[in-house]
C-alpha cells in the first residue's frame, strides 16, 4: 500500500469519524468499483428487458423512446441531488443518516424512522423484482430452448425465484472482496451486451421486422385502456425501474475509498451512462420489433425482448445472447442484495429494525453483516408469494421498489432546504442549481408515487389491483403504529442514528474471539495430520 492510499484511508476514517462512526468494514471498493455497484444494480439491458412489458402497452414505440428520454433527465436530476447529500456525508446509513442531521430536532426522530423503513421496503423489493424478473428470463430461455412449446406456470417460476434468491444470499456471505473484484466483470458485461443490442440486432434483423422512422419514432400504440396521456406516463415504469437503487453506492460508502468524490461520481455517471445507452437501446429495439406488439407481449416465450430476438437471431442465437443476459440480472441481483443488507445493517445498527440486536451482527469469519442478508432473502421470498395473487399483482413489487425508494430520496432532499441546519457541501455540490434541481426532483418523485398507487389497468379485480399501495401503505402502516405504540415504541426510544465511535463493540469482540477460535482448530487439525 503506497503512502497516499494510506493517506486517503486515514481521511476517510476522520470523516466518518466526524460524522459519528467507527471503521467496521474493509474500506474494500476503488472508485471504478464503487461505480461498477452502481452500474450493475442499473443492469441496463437485462432490466429493460424486464420492464419492457410496461412501456410496450402504454404506448408502444413511442414510449418506449420518449418516455424512456422524459424520465431520464428527471431521473439524472434526482441521482445529482442525493449525489450532493453523498458527498457531504459518505455514511452507510445515507438517506437516514441525512434525513436526521438536516431535519428541526422536532421532527427529526420520526422522519429519520419513515425514510429509514422506505428504504428498506424499497431495497428488498428492488431484489425481490430483480430476482423475479431474472426468474422469468430463466423460463423464457427454457421456451426459447424448447421451440416455443414450454410456457412456465407461476409455480414453477416462483420455485426458480427462491432458488435465486437463496444462491444470493450465500454469495453476499462471502466477504465484500470478492465481490468487489467481481464488479468490473459486471461493467464490461454489462457494456458488451448493450453493444450487442445496439449494433448487431439491426444488422442481424430480417427484412420484414425492421420498422420505418416514423413508426419507430412516432406511433403510440395503447393497449392497456388508459387515456394517451396516462399510459404514456405509466409507461415511465421501465426507465424508473431500470435506473434505480443508485443509493447503492452510498450504502457502501464505508467500504470505499475516498468516498466523499467516488460516491457522487458513482450515481451521476450510472445515471448518465444508463440513459444515454439505454435509449440507443430502446430505439434499437423500436427499429427492430416489428408492429404486431399484442404478439409480442402474449407469445409463449412471456417476454417480449426474448421474442424480438428470436425473431431476429434465431433460436441459437437467441439462446447464446439470452443466456448472457440472465447472467447480467443474476450479478444485478447479488449487488441489489449486498445493497440492501448493507442499508438493513446500518438501520439496525440504530435499533430500529424488529430484531435489531440480533440483525445487527458482524459474522467474524466472513466479516459481513450475515444475519441481515438472511433478513433481505427471506422478506424477498415473501414478496415473491405475490405471484400468487394474480397475473398483475407481481407488477406491485416492481412499482413498490421505484415507490418506496423515492419516498426515502424526496425526505432528505426536502428537508435539507425547509429545515434551519449546518449543510456543509462536500467536493461534489451544484452551487446555484442546488435548489432549483431540488425542487424538479421532490416534485417529480411526488408525481410519480401517486401515479403508481393506481392500478395498471382500469378493470380493477381482486387479481389486477394494485398491491403497491397494499404493500407500501401497509408497511408504512404499521412502522408509524410502531413508531407511536405506547411504552415500548420508537418514539420513547429511537434517537436517530446512534454514534458509536469510541465504544468497543461486541461485534469486535466476538470478531477477535472468532479468528482466535479458528487459529486454534487450524493448529489442532494440523496437530492431528502430524499425528
Ligand atoms: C401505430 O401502428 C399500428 C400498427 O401498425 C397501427 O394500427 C396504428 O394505426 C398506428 N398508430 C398511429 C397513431 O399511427
Known sequence: MGSSQHAVAKADE??????????????????????????????LL??????????????????????????????????????????????SGGLYFWTHSLSSPRCRNFLAWIVGYANTIGSIASVASIDWGCAVQVMAAVSIGSGQTFTATSGQTFGVYVAIVLSHGVV??????VLARLQTVYVVLNVALCLAVIIGLPAATPKEYMNTASYALGNFTNLNGWPDGYAFILSFLAPLWTISAYDSSVHISEESSNAATAVPWAIVSAIGIAGILGWAINVSLAFCMGSDLTYLLDSPIAQPMAQIFFNSFGQNGTLALWSIVVLVQYMMGSSMMLAASRQSFAFARDGALPFSSYLYRMNGFTKTPVNTVWFVAGFSVILGMLSFAGAQAINAIFALSATALYIAYAIPITVRFVFKNDF???????????????????????????????????????????????????????????????????????????????????????SIRGSVEKNLHANVGEATVEA
Open 14 to 43: 476522520a470523516l466518518l469519524a466526524e460524522l459519528g462512526y467507527k471503521q467496521e468494514f474493509k474500506r474494500a471498493f476503488t472508485p471504478l468499483e464503487v461505480f461498477g455497484i452502481a452500474f450493475s444494480i442499473i443492469g
Open 46 to 91: 437485462p432490466s429493460i428487458a424486464s420492464v419492457l412489458y410496461y412501456a410496450m402497452p402504454n404506448g408502444g414505440p413511442a414510449a418506449m423512446v420518449w418516455g424512456w428520454a422524459v424520465a431520464s433527465l428527471f431521473i439524472l436530476c434526482v441521482g445529482m441531488s442525493i449525489a450532493e447529500l453523498g458527498s457531504a456525508a459518505p455514511t
Open 172 to 177: 453476499c456471505c462471502f466477504g465484500t472482496a
Open 424 to 510: 456543509k457541501p462536500g467536493p461534489f455540490n451544484l452551487g446555484v442549481f442546488s435548489l432549483p434541481i431540488a425542487i424538479i426532483s421532490v416534485s417529480f418523485m411526488a408525481f410519480v408515487d401517486i401515479v403508481f398507487f393506481f392500478p395498471t389497468t382500469p378493470q380493477t379485480s381482486v387479481a389486477d389491483m394494485n398491491y403497491t399501495v397494499v404493500v407500501l401503505g401497509g408497511i408504512l402502516f404499521l412502522s408509524v403504529m410502531w413508531y407511536y405504540f405506547p411504552v415500548y415504541g420508537g418514539v420513547h426510544w429511537f434517537t436517530g442514528p446512534v454514534s458509536n465511535v469510541g465504544k468497543v463493540s461486541e461485534e469486535a469482540a466476538s
